[in-house]
């Protein structure tokens, strides 16, 4: 199982940016996959997830109407739009999947840098 990210970087507060996560050697239809981010000096928070059996979207509270995540089955691809983007957004970015069904995820991206400024 191997996720790869792609996206994020440096953006203006109130911008926009989308983030990527590539899944490989396993049926993307058989996992949830989910994004969290880590801040500096903050422990690790849930950010969005989207099911496998079927596709329901989940945010946490804070991102709601500003985040949304989709997927792309043919390119076996997880999105996240981030919009409105606040300095408090900051933080490293990590997709990751767990077997439907399933508590833990266990198999993680390599993490992205987002980085809003005023």
């Known amino acids: 199982v191997q996720l790869v990210q792609s996206g994020g970087g440096l953006v203006q507060a109130g911008g926009s940016l989308t983030l990527s996560c590539t899944a490989s050697?396993?049926?993307?239809?058989?996992?949830?996959i989910g994004w969290f981010r880590e801040a500096p000096g903050k422990s690790r928070e849930g950010v969005a997830c989207?099911?496998?059996?079927?596709?329901?979207?989940y945010y946490t509270d804070s991102m709601k109407g500003r985040f949304t995540i989709s997927s792309d089955k043919a390119k076996n691809t997880v999105y996240l739009q981030m919009n409105s983007l606040k300095p408090e957004d900051t933080a490293v970015y990590y997709c990751?999947?767990?077997?439907?069904?399933?508590?833990?995820?266990?198999?993680w991206g390599q993490g992205t840098q987002v980085t809003v400024y005023i």
């Open positions: 990751a999947a767990k077997f439907r069904g399933t508590q833990d995820y266990n198999s």
């Open positions: 050697g396993f049926t993307f239809d058989d996992y949830d």
């Open positions: 989207i099911t496998a059996s079927d596709g329901s979207k």
